[in-house]
């Protein structure tokens, strides 16, 4: 507390000769209005006039202003309809809180703007809505933290308080309050189930407080709230965002709203998360929604409540989205009638949370009828793990549908047959699928953004239809060892990642468009593919086209590739046969405008020289040639470089006397036996070591000078080189 104290009079800049309003904003029940009530004690005295105002919601607002005046004049028959408070207050120096506000009404009315108060007035407002302090214009706003549960201890003033309600309360000092006082002078047994109690129902009070803020929301905010509690707690914003925009919510307002209110906060990795009370009573009121059967909930994700549904057959149209996890169930059953009547379900996830545990094998036995189906029409977000059947439903289609995704699917062998309508789809993922041949018709899903095959080891045969798609960013078929062929992809100019690594009996690349401005990363290692005659068209940057001014990563290691392109597209991982490799390579064209390129990897390949212009990617930090074997000699390279690892290279007899290694350890050439400039490239390097070493500071010198000797570690340094770096630093000392 004394902490908070601190920063909040830090804000408040009481020696400041102008009028300053700080706002207070947190949670429900956090400790806004306790950490006011301390500062308005110890600050009060130094101010003419004083005034906490509290109770907002529950008086008019002629009687608060009324109530404002007389406080801070010290007059009780203060007539408001004959005077305002800026025409009272103008030139008076005042101390207001202003307790607890959700309208912006409330602001303009009780305190304006600064000019209604005299010099070194100070205007604290607490409030659970950020929104309202940056409408109104205050000077600096302080959020205040859950306590760490040592200062959550303090609180609580209880000696053995077990550590369990600390991590109930998390830090929220009125559950701390609330349950003291509950608890106190109860023995260990009474705090066991008092505890297990609350794991099943918030308390009533601390709810009751919370909720405050929920029901002050608009109604998209509302429906907002209570996903993220039901389902997407701990889950990637603009993944949620997409979801429940296509559920026809306003996200970008609702999710700022909620931030404001201190309803749900973002992680700094760009997840949704929230306090465990709030959601807490998100859940408690969609189960007031109908306490006895759960069939009539709008939103089920508890195992119980989701197998009795199923079980009895009683859900019903208010349901809107199952999250069942099927964790440590034997067996389950799932029938048409079932799902019958439940037509508006729009998000649905069937999963297993134990899937590391039990070593991906399924521990649960679904019954699934033949004719089983169920509502599609509303579906927005559809996700079963393990799906149990060969393909969907025969009538599966839905134009609403979004996200799409059946992982280790070891059944299925076909998604749909025929053309299917699936317009706003626009995520795909049956990976790990081993029994899929074939991919579906496409030609109805023009949105499709992501498709991923990966470990589909059965699949076949790639329908054509998925070359049209030209919105597609990335396509990973990865370890898809039975894949022999590939469509033209000739129309995917939206094309950011293609990946086929692993596809051993892939021959030669499909056909592509002569733009692609997007694709920035293309794996191709452990494939059969042996030239790139498709991709020829992809190196001519003459003129305008710079057709792969984005390609940062291409893989290709272990791969047969025998011919290389004029592009540089692979220039990423690749990996060139010693029967083709040229004396000097133009896979680096005069006009080339690869600018994004940052690291290039030619590990284990069987190349002989590099091309001549490699300095030509000035945006190139690391290169890798580890165990190229038949290389010969080094260009000279870009002076970005700041990385090169060429160990291994036996063959290396050169290196561009015109190269500068600008970071020293960072560049590796062991086992290169047949380099002969190494010696005098070395001595030139130390050379500079010395030339700048700062006077006494031999043990840095010597640092840099042994990571120097670690990077040409199969080489002998001349004596007279360290003798010339111990005189340089003696000579200075």
């Known amino acids: 507390m004394n902490c908070c104290i601190r920063e909040l009079e830090s804000l408040l800049c009481l020696e400041s000769t102008k009028v300053l309003m700080v706002g207070i904003w947190g949670m429900g029940g956090i400790g806004k209005t306790t950490l006011a009530k301390v500062i308005y004690e110890r600050l009060f005295c130094q101010f003419e006039g004083y005034c906490f105002l509290e109770g907002l919601k529950s008086t008019s607002m002629d009687n608060l202003k009324a109530e404002l005046l007389s406080k801070v004049l010290g007059d009780k028959n203060i007539n408001m309809g004959l005077t305002s408070i800026k025409a009272r207050l103008h030139s008076k120096k005042v101390l207001l809180v202003i307790d607890d506000v959700n309208h912006q009404s409330m602001l303009e009315t009780l305190v304006g703007g600064h000019d209604w108060f005299g010099p070194q007035s100070r205007i604290i407002i607490t409030t659970r809505d950020k929104h309202l302090l940056t409408v109104q214009g205050v000077d600096a706003v302080y959020e205040v933290q859950k306590l760490e549960d040592d200062n959550a201890i303090q609180l609580f003033n209880v000696m053995k308080l077990l550590d369990q309600i600390t991590s109930y309360a998390q830090g929220l000092p009125l559950a701390l309050k609330v349950l003291g006082c509950s608890l106190c002078d109860r023995n260990a047994d009474y705090w066991t189930d008092k505890l297990n109690q609350l794991k099943k129902i918030s308390n009533g009070e601390i709810q009751e407080v919370l909720q405050i803020s929920f029901d002050g929301l608009e109604d998209n905010e509302k429906e907002i709230f209570l996903d993220i509690a039901c389902f997407f707690r701990g889950r990637g914003q603009t993944f949620v965002k997409k979801i429940l925009e296509s559920c026809g919510f306003s996200m970008v307002s609702g999710i700022e709203n909620l931030i404001d209110k201190s309803l749900i906060t973002i992680t700094r990795d760009d997840r949704l998360e929230m306090h465990d009370l709030l959601q807490e009573v998100g859940w408690q009121i ?69 899937l590391r545990d039990t070593g991906g094998k ?53 998604l749909w047959k025929g053309q299917k309508v699936f317009g706003n789809l626009e995520f795909v993922d049956v990976s ?95 494939t059969a593919i042996t030239d790139f005659s498709g991709w020829s068209e992809l190196g001519n940057f003459q003129e305008n086209s710079g057709n792969l001014d984005c390609l940062n990563e291409l893989n290709s290691d272990d791969s047969t590739i025998r011919q290389l392109p004029s592009s540089s597209v692979v220039l990423r991982n690749h990996n060139a046969s010693p029967s083709s490799a040229p004396r000097r390579s133009h896979f680096i064209r005069p006009h080339c405008t690869l600018t994004s390129l940052t690291h290039l990897n030619l590990s284990g390949t069987s190349i002989i020289h590099l091309p001549w212009n490699l300095e030509r990617l000035f945006m190139l930090q690391r290169l890798e040639l580890t165990n190229c074997r038949r290389l010969q000699a080094l260009p000279v390279l870009p002076s970005s470089i700041e990385r090169m690892n060429a160990s291994n290279c036996t063959s290396l007899e050169l290196i561009s006397p015109q190269s500068v290694f600008k970071r020293f350890g960072g560049f590796l050439f062991g086992n290169c036996f047949k380099l002969r400039n190494c010696h005098s490239k070395m001595e030139h390097d130390v050379q500079s070591v010395a030339s700048h070493v700062v006077p006494g500071a031999w043990r840095s010198t010597y640092a840099r000078v042994s990571s120097l000797l670690v990077s040409y570690h199969n080489f002998h340094i001349s004596a007279e080189m360290l003798l010339l770096l111990c005189l340089h630093d003696f000579c200075f000392s």
């Open 432 to 526: 790990y699928s081993q029994y899929l041949k074939e991919t579906p018709d496409f030609s109805r899903a023009t949105n499709l953004e992501v498709l991923v095959l990966k470990g589909c080891t059965n699949l076949r045969k790639v329908h054509p239809s998925l070359g049209y798609l030209s919105k597609l960013i990335l396509l990973n078929l990865e370890n898809c060892t039975n894949l022999e062929h590939l469509p033209s992809i000739r129309w995917l100019v939206s094309l950011e990642t293609l990946i086929l690594s692993g596809c051993s009996k892939l021959e030669k690349l499909p056909e592509v468009p002569q733009h692609m401005p997007y694709l920035s990363k293309l794996c191709l290692d452990g």
């Open 362 to 414: 399924m521990q649960c036995k679904l019954h699934i009828s033949d004719d089983f189906k169920f509502h599609y029409d509303e579906l927005r977000y559809l996700h079963w793990d393990e799906y149990p059947c060969e393909s969907l439903p025969f009538d599966f289609e839905s134009e609403n549908l979004v996200h799409f995704c059946m992982p280790r699917s070891r059944h299925l062998t076909q």
């Open 286 to 354: 969609i189960r007031k929604t109908s306490p006895k059967e759960p069939g009539r909930r709008s939103r089920l994700w508890e195992q119980k409540d989701v197998s009795h549904i199923l079980k009895r057959e009683t859900g019903a149209q208010e349901v809107e989205g199952i999250f069942f996890d099927l964790s440590g169930l034997e067996e389950m059953n799932f029938t048409t009638k079932a799902f019958s009547q439940m037509t508006n379900l729009r998000l649905l996830e069937i999963y297993r949370s134990n």
